[in-house]
C-alpha cells in the first residue's frame, strides 16, 4: 500500500543552520508529493509541493526534489530562522480517479530553532 | 491569509450536548475534507464530499455527523461525545475532477479545537 516515512523528531537546531528532513514514500503509478507546515496552535499550511519526477518545489527558502529513483522528497533549507519552528509533514496524493483525497501523511517532525 | 474558515476554533461540549462545526471555501472547490488530528499526530481522514455527495466516510461513528448544503459549505454535526474525541478538527477543500489527473493539493482551514467534557 501506499505509505510515507519521515525522519523521527524533534530536531532541534540554531539560527542560520542547515536542514534536511528526510521523507521516503511507497506508491503505486505517479503520486504528488507534499510538505505541509503546522504552526503551534494553527492548521496545515501548504509548504511545497511536486506533481512528477524530477520538480523541485520550493517556497519561503525551502526545497524538495522529487526523486523517483529513491523515492525520496527531502525537505532543505539552508539558513533556518527561529520562525520556521514548527511541525512539518511530508505527504503523497494519488492525484487521478477515485483517490480523491486520500492525503497520505508521515507522522511529522517537530523542528525548533534556537536564536 | 487561509482560504478556507471554519468556526468556532474553540468549543468545549458536554457529552449530552448538540454542537456543530463549520467551514466555508470561496475558491470554487468541489471537494471538501473533514480531518482529525489528536496532538502530536498527522490528520487522519474522516469524511470526503464530492459536488456536495459524501463519497468518503473512513468508518467514522456515528455520533458525527457531516453535511453539505452547498458547494461551499460544510458542517459537521456532533452528538453524544466522549471525551476521546477532543481534537483538532480540520476542514480542507481542493479541486475536484473526476477522473481527471490533479495535483491532489489540500487547502486547509486553522481547525476548529474541540473539548468534550
Known amino acids: 500500500g501506499n505509505s510515507v516515512t519521515q525522519m523521527e523528531g524533534p530536531v532541534t537546531l540554531s539560527e542560520e543552520a542547515f536542514l534536511t528532513i528526510n521523507c521516503t514514500y511507497t506508491?503505486?503509478?505517479?503520486?504528488?508529493l507534499f510538505w505541509y507546515v503546522q504552526y503551534p496552535g494553527e492548521g496545515l499550511q501548504l509548504l511545497l509541493k511536486?506533481?512528477?519526477?524530477?520538480d523541485k518545489g520550493s517556497n519561503k527558502g525551502f526545497e524538495a526534489t522529487y526523486r523517483k529513483e529513491t523515492t525520496s522528497f527531502h525537505l532543505e533549507k539552508g539558513s533556518v530562522q527561529v520562525s520556521d519552528s514548527a511541525v512539518y509533514f511530508c505527504?503523497?496524493?494519488?492525484?487521478?480517479?477515485?483517490?480523491?483525497?486520500?492525503?497520505?501523511f508521515g507522522k511529522g517532525t517537530k523542528l525548533s530553532v534556537k536564536p | 491569509d487561509t482560504e478556507v474558515t471554519q468556526t468556532p476554533k474553540h468549543l468545549v461540549m458536554g457529552m449530552t450536548n448538540k454542537k456543530s462545526l463549520k467551514c466555508e471555501q470561496h475558491?470554487?472547490?468541489?471537494?471538501m475534507y473533514w480531518y482529525k488530528q489528536k496532538a502530536k499526530k498527522p490528520p487522519e481522514l474522516m469524511f470526503v464530499?464530492?459536488?456536495?455527495?459524501?463519497?468518503i466516510n473512513e468508518s467514522v461513528p456515528s455520533r458525527f455527523s457531516p453535511e453539505c448544503p452547498n458547494s461551499s459549505l460544510l458542517n459537521l454535526h456532533l452528538h453524544a461525545l466522549q471525551p476521546e474525541d477532543s481534537a483538532l478538527y480540520l476542514c480542507?477543500?481542493?479541486?475536484?475532477?473526476?477522473?481527471?489527473?490533479?495535483?491532489?493539493?489540500?487547502?486547509f482551514g486553522e481547525g476548529s479545537r474541540l473539548t468534550v467534557l
Open positions: 475558491m470554487g472547490h468541489r471537494a
Open positions: 464530499y464530492s459536488y456536495e455527495k459524501l463519497s
Open positions: 511536486a506533481t512528477k519526477a524530477d
Open positions: 480542507a477543500s481542493s479541486q475536484y475532477q473526476g477522473q481527471a489527473r490533479t495535483t491532489g493539493e489540500l487547502f
Open positions: 506508491a503505486t503509478g505517479y503520486p504528488s
Open positions: 505527504a503523497l496524493s494519488k492525484n487521478y480517479g477515485g483517490s480523491q483525497g486520500n492525503l497520505i
